[in-house]
């Protein structure tokens, strides 16, 4: 199996930044897309943004384009989430998963390996 474990989250003022991190780890992590994944209060899961497990691939969800960008730290074996002009509506429980591929518009049920999230609140 694969872990994976979140960080980077807390509270931040609209308009302002965080960095989330997914550590992995376990057999043959390198060979897997990883996805972010956010739940907001109300709302279903929703996909923010994946990696390939080449790093060549990335996708996000309309709503995040041009404010959050993905990236994978081989060596670290590592994905970030940079995170940017942050709103209100990017507030929630931000989770990492493992899955065979990246794609536009995933809700997250290929993915089979998640870790136990991270809240991000954007607040005033």
């Known amino acids: 199996q694969l872990q994976l474990v979140e960080s980077g989250g807390g509270l931040v003022q609209p308009g302002g930044s965080l960095r989330l991190s997914c550590a992995t780890s376990g057999f043959a992590v390198d060979y897997y897309a990883i996805g972010w994944f956010r739940q907001a209060p109300g709302k279903e899961r929703e996909g923010v943004s994946c990696i390939s497990s080449t790093g060549d691939i990335s996708n996000y969800a309309d709503s995040v384009k041009g404010r959050l960008s993905i990236s994978r730290d081989k060596a670290k074996n590592t994905v970030y989430l940079q995170m940017n002009s942050l709103k209100p509506e990017d507030t929630g429980v931000y989770s990492c998963?493992?899955?065979?591929?990246?794609?536009?518009?995933?809700?997250?049920?290929?993915?089979?390996?998640w870790g136990q999230g991270t809240h991000v609140t954007v607040s005033s």
């Open positions: 998963a493992a899955g065979p591929y990246c794609i536009a518009r995933m809700a997250g049920d290929e993915y089979d390996y």
